[in-house]
């Protein structure tokens, strides 16, 4: 009986799930992730089940126990909640179990392979020496091919074979830093065609291999799993660039597969800034039916035909689904013409309507548009308006003479119809080839342009990706540099039939300023307007009158930087010293919110609230000027489009309004469609709640 009480009265042992969590916290970086969605009684058990799972592997990790590796019932539970999420139409909660899913799947892919790594070190442990001779004999080889051509001095000099021939007596923490820089100068010279032909590419693959896997046996794993965590809790700080430098190692040696690099990339370095663009869209942009006069001139069968025509011309662009772009130019017209044609002594009056239609295929090849043949289909129809002789008017010898001439036509009409068909088809192909040329090279001198200048002004390697769908098409950038991170989060989602939507992580604009190189300099208000301006190829102004002269001496780490999230764009600016030219103010801070707001159809970005001053500012009024100075810059009456400005002058967008306008987890989401679609969304939340 007292055993029987004892165990009425001894207290119910608390859930294991939630002994094993408190005792074994998640990953400081998911478990935020995992606090906001156990706030849905649809997803608490399996957040439960996720946050032990992970918090064992972390832990496992952390620790360098690979032994006992065994992801499985993660990746099962993360494939659930990946399934639960993509079917929750819930507008809060769906968006918060993808992106916790995904921050999971990116723990996954990494942590994957640091295990492979973890194995591979372990075997080769012992080879350091081995693969070092074997990198300096490559080196020495790759070294004798080139110098037998002409360029082969520089080719040497710019890949460092002269460096990797006494591999062996580099330092073990210089190995990084020597691949980082090969593979840099490896990147520039393949962007650069005049100089990478002749290069023995097969023979410095090898090189880049061997020296990537020279570099990835320094590398510790489990300190690879903390940056990873340190870079979620803050994305600006200096685990960034290290985590940047151990994907692209990776990326570009032989430790892992394929697949395992490319989820690899796709998880901590997708494409950053995304376009796409509906049909309908196309449709609306393209030139409207445009109409031609012009003179004919031919001889057909021998016979000299003149006189005009008149021709329209409407142009159609269809997307063909493919992985890469793949679009179908069309063009439907229609030739009306009135012709003379004199054979010996008989003159004819034709009038004939000829509709054709002319297409071809354009591709994406290596970074360029490129047109297939054109394939043209005629059609016409002729109709004899009068004939005329000299003999017309005398009775009898007039008519014999036109029906001679008539007879005449009506035997050689297939021959004349053949010819003339095959000459305008020939003529119809070749201004519809020329006309598709020079558009498509049109749009590429442009892209180059804008390459040119983000590669060799800005130092960032963009990166295109494209494809095609049904109805639109897809356009993706990466736009970072190689010691830096593209996206790493899911993008938020356009409304279901918009025309058009642009989605634009702050990776890129973070890197686009890590590039401007303004950490440690100091510049007045003008010179920063000019530097901007010159590196940027942008025209803007900063600011007006006796701001102009104030001083900014930027901090030398981290001295601007862009955050996305919750609804609102959070500028941080950071300044050693800031000042007037009478007085200075050292270690400031500004930080300034920006929100979308909707005005008409559009939306604008304004500045939310104060700008924030913090520093230390011994006298009474000093922060006052310097708010005074960015309240002048960041006006709150000013407002910058968050849309294309030549839309709201065109009359064939006048239906065209913004239907979305999303800041959340590092994403700037927009959407335009008709404005019917904007009716149907006005009830959605543009973002997460705070």
């Not at 520039?188 to 291999?209: E, F, I, Y």
Request: aromatic share 6%; proline share 6%; hydrophobic share 40%.
């Amino acid at each position: 009986q007292l055993s029987s009480s004892a165990k009425r009265l001894k207290p119910a042992s608390p859930d294991p799930l939630i002994v094993s969590t408190q005792v074994l916290p998640p990953p400081p970086g998911l478990k935020s992730y995992l606090d906001q969605l156990a706030q849905w009684p649809e997803y608490r058990k399996l957040v439960r089940q996720i946050g032990r799972l992970s918090a064992e592997l972390y832990q496992r990790l952390s620790q360098g126990e690979w032994e006992a590796w065994d992801p499985q019932r993660l990746s099962a539970a993360s494939e659930q909640l990946w399934k639960q999420a993509q079917a929750d139409k819930h507008p809060r909660r769906g968006p918060l179990a993808r992106r916790t899913a995904w921050a999971l799947n990116r723990r996954l892919v990494l942590w994957s392979s640091l295990y492979q790594l973890q194995r591979w070190q372990s075997q080769h442990a012992d080879q350091k020496q081995a693969l070092e001779r074997e990198l300096s004999a490559l080196a020495l080889n790759t070294s004798r091919q080139l110098l037998t051509q002409d360029r082969g001095s520089r080719w040497a000099e710019a890949l460092l074979l002269e460096q990797l021939q006494v591999a062996s007596s580099q330092r073990p923490s210089r190995w990084s830093a020597l691949a980082e820089e090969f593979l840099h100068r490896l990147d520039a010279l393949r962007s650069n065609p005049s100089m990478a032909k002749g290069v023995p590419w097969t023979q410095v693959s090898r090189l880049q291999h061997r020296l990537c896997a020279r570099a990835l046996l320094q590398v510790k794993t489990a300190q690879i799993a903390r940056w990873a965590e340190q870079m979620e809790q803050d994305p600006q700080g200096p685990h960034r660039k290290h985590l940047a430098q151990f994907v692209r190692l990776l990326a570009h040696s032989s430790v892992c597969s394929l697949a395992q690099q490319r989820e690899l990339i796709s998880a901590w370095h997708n494409t950053n800034v995304r376009v796409a663009v509906h049909r309908r869209l196309i449709d609306r942009l393209l030139p409207p039916v445009s109409s031609q006069q012009q003179e004919v001139s031919e001889t057909i069968l021998g016979i000299p035909v003149w006189g005009q025509s008149w021709a329209t011309t409407q142009i159609r662009v269809l997307t063909i689904p493919d992985r890469s772009l793949k679009l179908l130019v069309q063009a439907h017209g229609t030739i009306h013409s009135c012709t003379e044609a004199q054979a010996g002594i008989v003159t004819t009056h034709e009038r004939t309507v000829a509709r054709y239609q002319a297409r071809c295929v354009v591709r994406l090849l290596a970074g360029r548009l490129r047109a297939g043949p054109a394939q043209v289909e005629v059609e016409t129809h002729s109709q004899l308006e009068d004939v005329q002789t000299p003999a017309d008017g005398i009775p009898l010898l007039g008519d014999l003479l036109r029906w001679a001439a008539m007879n005449q036509r009506q035997e050689l009409l297939p021959d004349v119809q053949a010819e003339a068909q095959w000459k305008l088809r020939q003529r119809i192909r070749q201004q519809f080839e020329h006309q598709v040329g020079q558009a498509l090279e049109q749009v590429d001198r442009r892209w180059i342009r804008v390459v040119n200048q983000v590669r060799g002004q800005l130092r960032l390697d963009p990166l295109l990706l494209a494809r095609t769908t049904q109805d639109q098409v897809v356009v993706r950038v990466r736009l970072a540099g190689p010691d830096q991170l593209g996206a790493h989060t899911p993008r938020p989602r356009a409304p279901q039939g918009s025309w058009a939507s642009f989605q634009l992580h702050e990776s890129a604009l973070n890197n686009l300023l890590d590039r401007l190189e303004l950490a440690g300099k100091r510049f007045t208000l003008a010179q920063l307007e000019r530097y901007l301006c010159q590196r940027l190829q942008l025209s803007f102004t900063l600011a007006r009158g006796k701001d102009r002269k104030a001083i900014l001496h930027f901090a030398s780490r981290n001295p601007v930087r862009v955050r996305m999230d919750q609804g609102r764009i959070e500028l941080q600016m950071r300044f050693a010293q800031l000042g007037t030219p009478r007085r200075r103010w050292k270690n400031i801070e500004v930080v300034v919110h920006l929100v979308p707001v909707q005005e008409g159809r559009w939306f604008w970005l304004k500045r939310e609230g104060y700008v924030e001053i913090t520093g230390n500012f011994r006298r009474l009024g000093s922060e006052l000027v310097v708010r005074g100075i960015f309240n002048r810059i960041f006006d709150h009456q000013r407002k910058w489009p968050l849309f294309v400005p030549r839309w709201e002058k065109n009359p064939r967008l006048k239906d065209l309004v913004a239907t979305q306008c999303v800041l959340e987890d590092g994403w700037l989401g927009l959407a335009w469609g008709p404005e019917r679609l904007a009716h149907a969304n006005a009830d959605r939340p543009r973002s997460l709640p705070k």
